[in-house]
């Protein structure tokens, strides 16, 4: 069974940071390609960052120079610290794990994660 599960949001205020973790079991986590995605009240789902299964990172312009996406494979962990948080970065914070197969995308979800901003 594939697990990913996410841990550390929470309440900060205006310029916190927070470290988000997400923990994967079930798949060989160094096949995969690892992102976060947020998505807030009344908002579609958005990717945040992403790390390959090479080590490549991309961010979101939103995000660009505040969060570090980070990896660690022997630990099947993905994490995300973020840093001088804005109040628009409030959101539940989704992981998942996808590779491109021939004719499908093999992917998982997380359950989520609230992250609050707010003084």
């Known amino acids: 069974q594939v697990q990913l599960v996410e841990s550390g949001g929470g309440l900060v205020q205006p310029g916190g940071s927070l470290r988000l973790s997400c923990v994967v079991s079930?798949?060989?986590?160094?096949?995969?390609?690892m992102s976060w995605y947020r998505q807030a009240p009344g908002k579609q789902r958005e990717l945040v960052s992403s790390?390959?299964?090479?080590?490549?990172?991309n961010y979101a312009e939103s995000v660009q120079g505040r969060f570090t996406i980070s990896k660690d494979n022997a630990k099947n962990t993905v994490y995300l610290q973020m840093d001088s948080l804005k109040p628009e970065d409030a959101a539940v914070y989704y992981c998942n794990a996808a590779r491109q197969l021939l004719t499908w995308l093999d992917d998982y979800w997380g359950q989520g994660t609230q992250v609050t901003v707010s003084s």
């Open positions: 790390i390959t299964k090479g080590s490549s990172t």
């Open positions: 079930g798949i060989t986590f160094s096949f995969y390609d």
